[in-house]
């Protein structure tokens, strides 16, 4: 099996939607093809879930037997540490239960003057695919999709806008950060802000922002990390499910048990953070200074912590340097772009929608 999902034949052949040990028919020339037929398929090929799967670009391995699948993901893994002669046990693979996907990204298109195309990227395409079920994301969000096409109408007043709605559900109801919308040219008109404000209203959206612009705004988006309540920026990054969230966060505070000074590097908008400031001090760092404005707002809504510093920090540029960790005992370690919105995969590991 290929790092992006693909089945690998003798010679360096890759074909999507396949498995280890299959006989197959594919067409095409070079090193990728396409999947003709499955002649002879492998104990482990299941049925997959979605309706989508195939056309939609967003998940590549649903057909693939849950466990197989995560002892790939382990193998990947090891796998990758090993070509940078990193040698450490890897733990058991987590699996987010279906259903549970908390954000997705809703591609836009022209449509109509109520309703815009919208949904997820075809496979190998820029074209659209409509989705009507996603068996990975919490039913509410699937429910909103066609609150999402209302919301999105307003926004082709330019012929080059090309619009994607990064869609979070939240602790006080659904938060989207619109990206895409052509702002050289002034931007949305005051009349379609208006129009996407009343859309977002019919809707109970919690929030609509554009470009982190507030277009609407009813109630502030919030979530917990242990004992803190957050209010998010614009296109915050959250673990794709609570539950990995929860699974890491416990993981790592049980690291750090003993310890009596923390770093949280590229620590976003607290998700570790909390958790380890019931540990010890935490030192938090990250990009983006409206992740650490989050941060450092929520620290009231959170007593009994041992104590959180924080600082808007380009890591990348300007990493923590071996001086200032001489009192630090365990140091969190977690760049992924905490301040954009992600796509890491989601149930069963095997699909990322959007």
């Known amino acids: 099996m290929g790092g992006e999902g693909d089945g690998v034949a003798a010679g360096g052949v890759y074909v999507p939607f396949t498995l280890p040990g299959e006989r197959v028919r594919a067409v095409g020339a070079g090193e990728r093809r396409e999947l003709v037929d499955v002649l002879q398929a492998s104990a482990e090929r299941v049925e997959p ?14 057909h693939w037997d849950h466990g197989a ?41 022209r449509g109509t003057r ?16 409509d989705i009507v079920a996603c068996p990975i994301s919490d039913p509410r969000l699937v429910a909103a999709i066609p609150a ?56 109970d959206f919690a929030r609509v922002t554009i470009g982190g612009e507030i277009a609407y705004l009813a109630r502030m988006p919030q979530v917990r ?14 673990q794709a499910t609570l539950g990995a969230e929860e699974a890491m966060s416990a993981f790592v505070a049980e690291q750090a048990a003993g310890a009596s000074r ?4 590229y620590c976003g ?3 570790f953070t909390f958790r380890l400031a019931g540990v010890a001090q935490v030192h938090a760092a990250d990009f983006a200074p409206e992740a650490i404005s989050a941060l450092t707002s929520a620290l009231a809504s959170a007593p009994g912590l041992h104590g959180v510093t924080a600082e808007a920090r380009d890591l990348a540029r300007r ?17 992924r772009g905490p301040a954009l919105p992600n796509r890491p995969p989601s149930w069963p590991g095997r699909g990322s929608p959007g």
């Not at 995560?70 to 239960?97: C, I």
């Not at 109520?114 to 695919?129: C, E, H, I, P, Q």
């Not at 806008?161 to 990206?179: F, R």
């Open 319 to 335: 990493p923590v340097l071996a001086e200032e960790l001489k009192k630090t005992d365990v140091a969190v370690f977690d760049p």
């Open 49 to 62: 879930p979605c309706p989508h799967f195939g056309v939609c670009g967003g998940c590549a391995l649903q």
């Open 225 to 238: 990390f242990g004992p803190a309540v957050v209010s998010l920026p614009p296109g915050a990054f959250l």
């Open 69 to 109: 699948y995560l002892a790939w993901k382990v193998e990947r893994l090891g796998g990758t540490l090993a070509r940078q002669y990193l040698e450490t046990e890897v733990l058991p693979a987590y699996a987010a239960a279906p259903e549970t996907r908390r954000r997705f990204a809703l591609h836009a298109r």
């Open 269 to 271: 908008v607290g998700t």
């Open 148 to 203: 999402l096409k209302r919301l999105a109408a307003p926004l082709f007043e330019h012929p080059k806008s090309a619009p994607t709605l990064h869609t979070t559900l939240t602790a006080t109801g659904i938060d989207v950060e619109i990206s895409g919308v052509e702002a050289r040219s002034g931007g949305l008109s005051a009349d379609g802000r208006m129009q996407v404000a009343e859309r977002a209203a019919e809707a």
């Open 262 to 265: 923390i770093a949280d590097l």
């Open 114 to 129: 109520d309703a815009a195309r919208a949904g997820y990227k075809a496979r190998k395409s820029w074209d659209l695919v």
